[in-house]
DNA sequence: GGGGTTGGTTGCGAATCGCAACCGACCCCT
DNA sequence: AGGGGTCGGTTGCGATTCGCAACCAACCCC
């Protein structure tokens, strides 16, 4: 799963995140945990994803401290997996994903759209900045060294 | 790449999505192109990958008008990958994923920091509803099927 | 002509995936 | 007690994909 890398590459977090989620089906198995979609089989049947596979990915995903595995029952004990607080931070990412893909990549028309639950309208996902209370274009991002370590260049996010 | 899947899934935003960025290499090769790194030697050194995947990833992503190939000088030719309207629009995905790589798996202290350049404010990224003013939280989303096809359930999208 | 850079292609061994078969703990039913 | 079913796996094996190294072709400059 971990990408041989570039030392200097241990700095980005995008190359963190993609260790712990960025296998083919890790998004999908989060997708369905945050559906409600918890339990082994289920998950399994869901996704069609084969049974050896859909172990290796929750043993890591509860090794990360993504989700964690609880017994819903006794006799018999079975488990389901459920998202903790580092699991349900992935929600603006999934969110964000799911947006393009309705947008991008299917017929125009989204198949599921989400919902603000207050207020019954959908929901719009974009980068905010609550200093100037206004969405945020790609183009107007720049990034900078942070607190964490090293010498980076100061470069444009989306110069065209 | 694509994997195969029950038809009912083909109906998910987050499986189109994946099936074109779903791969452990293509979003580290974005994030590159989306920081200035455009060209197919950088790419390679940058992240250390293969040239023939770099190739095989490259040529997906143009075909899926992700990216575009355009020459930046003649003699000799050469040429440079450049995000299109739909490859920008992963920003905000993109944005989701290394701020929660910040937060969730590094040391605590993020790498890098991405700034909204107006008001050089380090940007955070949280679904906002428009129309409440307010930053929404995962347990107050909810889903429900949208004009695209299909019978699904209304279900909870992040409760516990 | 020689050497360098860019952007690839080809081939091959190694790791990973997908599928099917099997398993063991536990339940209920007869 | 025995038979059958479900859940959550484990094991084994052929097929696919990956990672690496070698080679290559176009073009530049000296």
Known sequence: M?????????????????????????LLILRDVFRGVRRFSQIQSDLGIAKNLLTDRL???VASGVVEKVPYQDRPVRHEYRLTDKGRALSPALVALMRWGD??????????ELVHTP??????????????????????????????????????????
């Open 2 to 26: 971990t990408v041989k890398r570039d030392p200097a590459q241990d700095d980005c977090s995008i190359q963190r995140t993609l260790d712990v989620i960025g296998d083919r089906w890790t």
């Open 59 to 61: 043993a890591a995903l």
């Open 103 to 112: 947008e991008w990549c299917g017929d125009g028309d989204a198949p599921t």
């Open 119 to 160: 207020c019954d309208t959908r929901l719009e996902l974009q980068p905010w900045c609550v200093v100037c209370n206004e969405p945020v274009a790609p183009t107007s991002i720049s990034s900078r060294p942070g607190p964490g370590r090293h010498l980076d260049q100061e470069t444009a996010h989306a110069a065209t």
